[in-house]
């Protein structure tokens, strides 16, 4: 590896050759760009390879995401060796937009369309507390602890809507490696149901937490709380209504519009194509936020626009959109091992990285362990989380692309020391959390005996069992005052209360299907198993 990238290095041309030798000589600079999407395509192709030895051998101490991160320090040490860093940096470099609108829609688009309504609809009002109120409460903690850390001098001081910006962006969960960890050793089909399910809505929460916090300190310091509120209520609702409804608008198209035959697969499959992007760019025009309406759209679009496509057409998109995702995680974690190799970092403030990781952790456990609290509140004995499952949530909060994005973008939205400073400590902990955390999951897993605790066999299999929590029947032995009083506290009265109605209204209305021929045709499209890396994982939650 190190031969061939050396021989790429000379091949390439010193951008401080100035501009006269650019001139003289114009397919130099081509052959320059090509020989950087070449290193770029030779990184994919050996991260995805060595990612399928270290999954077939069952490696769980090198997990794909940080075999692909070290993939990415190791060129970019590489290149800092051969003196040529500033040339591979040029192919590298690009801004935060290339993330938010090449990288992160297909990664977000996929995450929404991956869950699987039956097990999310399931732990619903369990996923809606942790991604919604837990990220909340994460976010404000962090930012707390990190002011306060500030003001004791144990951490580089900031102003505290910046503390806050930082534990918006930070709070973006990503368990790309404990999930598939997860199904490999067999964990609980709920246990998994909420690690995919928080890391799906939590990242539609941290980025409009983060854009609220960043339009506050760019507005007038004067605004009141109603105002925040309201603004973060129109930020979040506004992106989340116009991903619905594109959702809704494109079932209804292809319900009627007659192209599920099969000369018409192309046109078809191009449409769905589109219209998550026509989602993403229709919130970014409204000033909203595309990578809400984006993940919205794909949860809609599966749960009822996926079944009026053509058998071909389903092949077609599931793999399309597995595919992209798969590509845009992968080179999201090698620029990131890249970038920590190569770019000039705030290393001068190690003690802000330090303690960032300790008050991650505690802002963590205040999620985690108090949302679960008011959950097991309302939820009979036989549905409670378990505290082991508490444990393996709290510890599988690893942050990944969205964290990494999000703290790009505020380089340009701080100041230049503030900025710089919070992407550090971001890429750092990404880093981190990813090897260390991802590498021990299956110990930690292990110790804390929530191995094999999905007994009944594969994922989709157990989905009817009484194994851990699932959504209970309300026929069973129970006075009708408990379960008036679930109703009454469960989110929207009840899971139950809305499969009902998307059983009897949603699914007749926007599919060509009644509503028990769409659950048992979601159970026959959707795979088994896993198996994309990270957020790609199909058919499951």
Not at 140 to 154: Q, S
Not at 381 to 407: C, D, T
Not at 409 to 435: K, M, N, R, W, Y
Request: negative net charge.
């Amino acid at each position: 590896m190190s031969t061939v990238v050396e021989e790429l290095m000379q091949m390439q041309i010193s951008p401080a050759g100035g501009g006269g030798d650019s001139q003289s000589h114009p397919g130099k600079e081509q052959q320059a760009a090509g020989v950087g999407i070449l290193l770029q395509i030779m990184m994919l192709v050996l991260s995805f390879v060595l990612g399928h030895v270290l999954r077939r051998h069952r490696f769980y101490y090198l997990p794909e995401a940080s075999a692909s991160l070290l993939i990415g320090l190791i060129v970019g040490a590489l290149a800092n060796i051969s003196n040529t860093e500033t040339s591979i940096r040029a192919w590298f470099n690009f801004h935060e937009e290339f993330f938010f609108l090449f990288l992160l829609p297909p990664i977000i688009f996929q995450s929404g369309f991956s869950l699987s309504p039956k097990p999310f609809f399931s732990n619903f009002g369990a996923i809606v507390t942790f991604s919604i109120l837990g990220t909340f409460i994460a976010s404000v903690v962090t930012g707390v602890l990190v002011y306060l850390g500030g003001l004791i001098y144990l951490t580089y001081r900031l102003p505290f809507v910046e503390c806050l910006m930082f534990g918006a962006l930070i709070s973006a969960t990503d368990p790309v490696t404990v999930l598939s960890i997860f199904q490999e050793l067999g964990i609980d089909t709920n246990l998994y149901a909420l690690v995919f399910g928080e890391s799906v809505l939590n990242d539609a929460m941290a980025i409009s937490l983060y854009r609220t916090m960043s339009s506050l300190k760019s507005h007038a310091p004067g605004q009141n709380f109603f105002m925040v509120v309201f603004r973060f209520l129109e930020t979040f609702v506004g992106s989340l209504s116009a991903g619905v409804g594109v959702g809704f608008i494109s079932a209804l198209l292809f319900k009627y519009a007659g192209l599920d035959i099969d000369n018409l697969q192309n046109l078809e499959c191009c449409l769905f194509v589109l219209f998550p992007y026509f989602s993403y760019m229709l919130a970014e025009g409204l000033g909203l936020t595309g990578i809400v309406s984006i993940l919205f759209t794909g949860i809609v679009m599966k749960h009822y626009t996926y079944s009026n496509l053509s058998e071909n057409s389903q092949r077609f998109v599931s793999a399309f959109f597995h595919l992209i995702s798969s590509l845009a995680e992968t080179f999201v974690f090698i620029y990131m091992g890249f970038d920590i190799a190569m770019e000039q970092h705030s290393w001068s403030h190690v003690g802000f990285i330090f303690f960032s990781i300790i008050f991650i952790g505690v802002a963590r456990a205040a999620n985690v362990f108090s949302c679960a609290y008011l959950v097991n509140l309302v939820r009979p004995a036989p549905r409670q989380i378990p505290v082991k499952h508490q444990k393996a949530l709290w510890y599988s909060g690893l942050r990944g692309a969205m964290a990494f994005a999000l703290a790009l973008q505020s380089v340009h939205d701080l100041p230049e020391g503030h900025g710089q400073t919070i992407f550090t400590a971001t890429t750092a902990i990404v880093v981190l959390t990813v090897l260390l955390i991802g590498g021990s999951t299956g110990t930690v897993l292990e110790t804390l005996q929530v191995v094999g605790d999905d007994h009944d066999g594969p994922l989709s299999e157990s989905l009817d069992g009484n194994n851990g929590y699932v959504a209970p029947s309300y026929n069973e032995d129970a006075t009708s005052g408990n379960r008036l009083k679930m109703k009454l506290k469960e989110f929207h009265k009840s899971t139950a209360s809305f499969t009902a109605l998307d059983r009897n209204y949603l699914t007749p209305f926007f599919t060509s299907q009644n509503g028990d021929d769409e659950e048992e045709h979601g159970c026959m499209t959707d795979d088994p198993m896993p198996s994309s890396r990270g957020r790609g994982f199909l058919g499951h939650n």
